[in-house]
């Protein structure tokens, strides 16, 4: 059965500060407050469609920071449909710094399930650069009272921060590995219209990595936090009219998981020395490892490697065999 996610934004609401890069209007395409009616019309819609293993999500802002009667509204709304078995469980997202241990008692009680933590960076320096109003030991004093309580625990960083660099960057990723979370989203910045990064950005103060080098430090972000066995469950922004049309430069890019994969897959052929190779992929693989417009195949001969291509169900998806 497919799992899928049920999924109410709850927009930039509860938030105590406004971070360097949000837009969340721009960044959900939603702006209104949705109502108890509205998580159980959402529910409901997506019940019709059979095959489907579902979760409750309430995304899009600082779901414990958000008035609290208002929030167990929306819980008492989801609960139900949990308790009858009807969805697998409810997945929230929150800041770090608006956990504590009578809100969590709260999220049991209506059969939250997983609780995810905008950590953004592990560097104090790069927090209060981008305004989040929390510190590193805000997400790991957060992040050990949700894993006691039980909850599946999600952490998610971003790369290409005001002053953050690619050290920076691993050592958040080896700082998220050493708390153990279930899940992990790798969101590399995206300067939108409207938001500090934004006048840091035209005023030649900040200069966000593009798709490439996003990319590329994504790659080796992916090969840790897979070495330590933590699913990587989004990869870059969702893409939406609303980003397109605001978006000013960063790494933002239709298709950026792939591409991703893609980079990968060329990092494992350089990794050896330049010569001649027979590389087994499997055929749903074939275009990420060709790239686009063959980018990687280019790439690979301007440097000495002669690569002959060769499809074998045998190999697992994105994976390589290399003779």
């Not at 167990?72 to 997202?93: C, D, F, H, N, T």
């Not at 660099?165 to 939108?192: F, G, M």
């Not at 005023?203 to 897979?226: I, K, M, R, T």
């Not at 699913?231 to 792939?258: P, V, Y």
């Amino acid at each position: 059965m497919k799992k899928g996610n049920i999924s109410i934004f709850v927009p930039h609401m509860g938030c105590p500060c406004v971070c360097s890069f949000c837009n969340q209007k721009t960044i959900t395409g939603k702006n209104e407050s949705p109502t108890a009616q509205d998580v159980k019309n959402a529910v409901d819609t997506a019940l019709k469609r059979k095959g489907y293993e579902y979760e409750i999500a309430f995304f899009g802002g600082s779901f414990t920071a958000i008035d609290r009667d208002y929030m167990i509204q929306l819980l008492e709304a989801a609960y139900p449909y949990v308790k009858s078995g009807q969805v697998s469980g409810i997945r929230i997202s929150t800041r770090p710094d608006c956990i504590d241990r009578e809100i969590l008692d709260i999220l049991k009680k209506y059969g939250v399930t997983s609780i995810e933590l905008g950590a953004q960076s592990m560097d104090d320096e790069v927090l209060d650069a981008n305004k989040r109003g929390h510190t590193a030991q805000d997400v790991v004093n957060a992040s050990v009272m949700i894993k006691e309580y039980g909850f599946e625990l999600g952490l998610q960083m971003m790369t290409g921060l005001y002053l953050d660099t690619y050290e920076k960057a691993i050592s958040t990723a080896k700082k998220i590995i050493e708390l153990q979370p279930k899940t992990v989203r790798i969101y590399p910045t995206v300067v939108l219209k409207g938001t500090y990064l934004a006048d840091l950005y035209l005023a030649e103060q900040y200069h966000p990595l593009d798709v490439d080098d996003s990319a590329e430090l994504c790659a080796e972000l992916v090969g840790l936090f897979e070495q330590a066995n933590i699913k990587i469950i989004r990869l870059g922004l969702h893409s939406s009219r609303d980003i397109k049309e605001n978006m000013l430069a960063g790494g933002f890019h239709d298709s950026f998981g792939e591409i991703v994969k893609s980079r990968i897959m060329l990092n494992k052929i350089l990794a050896l020395p330049p010569s001649d190779y027979q590389v087994f992929v499997n055929p749903k693989s074939l275009s990420k490892l060709k790239g686009n417009n063959k980018r990687n195949i280019y790439f690979l001969l301007e440097r000495g490697y002669n690569i002959k291509i060769i499809t074998d169900n045998g190999v697992g998806i994105d994976q390589l065999r290399i003779k």
